[in-house]
């Protein structure tokens, strides 16, 4: 008999995901909903409150996040689509893990030491840290356990695999260590090792303006993204405005040429073919703006459907408040039957 395949994958409520969201994570939340496969989904909005948040545009941004992620192909008939914080066994699994993790092994995580490195304006040893509070002031203690409740995410649901982007690796592998660890301590085997699907390194979308850096949320221009809400007039656009060189023609080096080399992977990404593929269409193609025309035909062709499908949920928000309710009471049903088990190996 084949073990089934167990999925669990979360995004924090951000608002509407942009094009690398989408072709770097979202998609593939659709098309691993199979047969075989039971997948949880999870708009993970007490990850969101490790930082400073404003009560209503989190609400906005987790309602935005729904709505993105059912027109992204998330089926509620497949899948459990929900909101972290409706299913309260996150936490208290958190807290279960919190009182078994080595401080030190969250010490080492390398985004809360980059927050640190902000703070401090350069690399900080894990010894600076401690012996400096004033690093530490106004980081919450929230942040420092990310990792530990992202963990409780995870083998809450006895997840086999977890769909993560490359800087999720090192708190995959944490969540790897605490399910060996609690089988350890209780000598009981509970949770299985979560294994990482990540995305394929040519799936990264890099910004418009500035394609040495990823495509980003937090990128303070407009003009670096695309959105899945923009219009096919603003597409055009963005991408007619996109950096690329002055060198003629089209072709994939992505040292050389980082801004085609970009456009490239969009256009093969939105056509689902290779790059090899998409370099041989524009073979002849000598006008970086007839390029562009293209590469942004090819981004509207795919992302209209999501953009109309969109904006009909965002009219209909007493379906989407259906969708995340049900999906909870789907998840709490497996969270709770699991967490009796955690409770009893752990004599509470
Ligand atoms: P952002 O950088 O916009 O804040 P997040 O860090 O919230 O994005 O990432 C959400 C998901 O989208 C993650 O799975 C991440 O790996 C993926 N992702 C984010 N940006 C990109 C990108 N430019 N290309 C590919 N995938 C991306
Ligand atoms: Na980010």
Redesign the pocket.
Known sequence: TTAKRVIFSG??P?GI??L??Y????SSWSSLQQPGTTTFYSIVDLHAITMPQDPDILRQSKFDMAVSLLACGVDPKQSALFEQSRVAAHSELAWIFNCLTPVGWLGRMTQWKSKMDQKRGHVASHAEILADESLTTGLKMGLFDYPVLQAADILLYKATHVP?????LQHLELARDTAKLFNKTFKKNVFPKPIAIT?PES????SLRQPTV?????DPSEQSRINLSDTPEVIQSKIGRATTDSLVGVSYDKRERPGVSNLLTIYSAVRDISIEEAVKEFEGVESTKQFKEQVADAVIDRIVPIRNELSRLQGDPGYVRQVLDEGAEKAAEVAHKHMEEVYKVIGL
Do not use: E, F, Y
């Open positions: 995004i924090q951000t995901p942009h690398g969201n072709l770097g994570a979202l993560v982007g490359q800087d999720q995305p799936q990264r979308v890099m990823k495509m980003s949320k937090s």
